[in-house]
């Protein structure tokens, strides 16, 4: 009986220990598996912020990164461009890449990214110098805008090229669509593939457009860059003048016509009257003059004729048009 009873506390104790063990390895896989989602959602939340992030892909030549109250360094492949820094090149080049979405940097070029209106959803580029080639993907909203010292490209997704010297700036589509805006004129155009446009405000204001069908150019606000050029501002200031010249001219004219509204031409009419009416008119060169001892008189003179009226008494009526000359007596 003992025998028995020794060989079931045995068992059932191994079961217990059977049962612990198993609860542990459960414990532990499930530890397990809370610590993988755990790395796995970290290292996912990084993925996702570098790949909102943009980043220097392809750097050749010199290429620096430069920003406010930071020492300017040497760019190398696999930094990140913050907002508000610049790239600047020299002799060099750089590829800047988001994902599939990449800005080509030429040759002494200067270009930054805007630390107020760049975040993940969208894009600003202050451009102030050199070329540069973007290609975005494509959403349904604009996302990304390149703003020079004269212009500005907003777009929705594309690939285009932006040209900018101390005084002009070119925009050139190869795929996709680009609302163009030209500063000091405020002309915009919506610049498709094959299309240009070109802003030179100290040669011409307004936005000049090119390509095999030419974009409509439309008028709108006047707009103030990111950053003033000495050019910017020379041609801002030359619209202004133009602009006060013409309001000038304006009131002249205004004060010119009311300044005639009393008399027309160079007609001189008078009138000598020892009792009674008398009226005389002259318009254009004509001449008109009534005498009148009493009574009433008028004469007028149209043209560059003369006339002349006479009366002792009663009313006298005389007039000369034309070139020739009518005198008209009446006693």
């Given at each position: ?9 045995t068992?059932t ?7 612990e063990s ?10 397990l ?5 755990l790395c796995?959602g ?6 996702q ?9 392809r750097v050749s ?12 360094m040497r760019?190398k492949?696999g930094?990140?461009?913050?907002p508000?820094f ?10 800047v890449?988001?994902?599939e ?6 040759p ?20 102030r110098?050199?070329t540069?080639?973007?290609d975005?993907?494509k959403?349904s909203r604009?996302?990304?805008t390149?703003e ?10 594309t690939k ?8 002009t700036a070119?925009?050139d589509v190869?795929?996709g ?17 094959g ?12 936005l ?5 069908v ?6 709108g ?9 000495p050019a910017?501002a020379k041609?801002?200031?030359?619209a202004a003048?133009k602009?006060?010249s ?12 009311n300044?005639n ?10 009138s000598?009257?020892g009792?009674?009416n ?9 001449n008109?003059?009534?005498n009148?001892?009493?009574?009433n008189s008028?004469a007028?003179?149209n043209g560059n004729?003369?006339?002349n ?9 005389a007039?000369?048009?034309?070139n ?8």
């Amino acid at each position: 009986m003992s025998l028995y009873s020794g060989s079931e506390t045995t068992s059932t104790s191994s079961r217990a220990m059977d049962i612990e063990s198993s609860s542990k390895r459960r414990r532990m896989r499930l530890t397990l598996v809370v610590l993988l989602a755990l790395c796995f959602g970290f290292i996912l939340q990084i993925s996702q912020a570098f790949a909102a992030q943009w980043v220097l892909s392809r750097v050749s030549g010199k290429v620096y990164l430069v920003a406010a109250d930071v020492e300017a360094m040497r760019a190398k492949r696999g930094m990140v461009l913050n907002p508000g820094f610049t790239i600047v090149t020299h002799s060099g080049r750089a590829l800047v890449s988001r994902g599939e979405e990449t800005i080509s940097v030429g040759p002494n070029t200067s270009v930054a990214l805007s630390k107020y209106r760049s975040n993940e959803s969208k894009t600003t580029l202050l451009q102030r110098a050199g070329t540069v080639v973007v290609d975005v993907a494509k959403r349904s909203r604009p996302h990304f805008t390149v703003e020079t010292p004269f212009m500005a490209a907003v777009v929705k997704g594309t690939k285009f090229e932006v040209k900018v010297t101390p005084k002009t700036a070119r925009v050139d589509v190869e795929r996709g669509l680009v609302q163009v805006s030209d500063f000091v004129s405020g002309d915009y155009a919506d610049v498709g593939p094959g299309q240009s446009a070109y802003s030179a405000p100290e040669e011409a204001p307004g936005l000049r457009v090119a390509g095999a069908v030419q974009p409509t150019v439309q008028q709108g606000a006047k707009q103030k860059p990111s950053f003033e050029t000495p050019a910017y501002a020379k041609a801002a200031a030359k619209a202004a003048s133009k602009s006060a010249s013409r309001n000038g001219n304006s009131s002249a004219n205004a004060g010119r016509e009311n300044s005639n509204a009393g008399g027309n031409g160079k007609g001189n009419g008078s009138s000598n009257s020892g009792r009674g009416n008398s009226n005389a008119g002259g318009n254009g060169n004509g001449n008109g003059n009534s005498n009148s001892g009493s009574g009433n008189s008028n004469a007028g003179g149209n043209g560059n004729g003369n006339g002349n009226s006479n009366s002792g008494g009663g009313n006298s009526n005389a007039g000369g048009n034309g070139n020739g000359n009518g005198r008209g007596n009446s006693n």
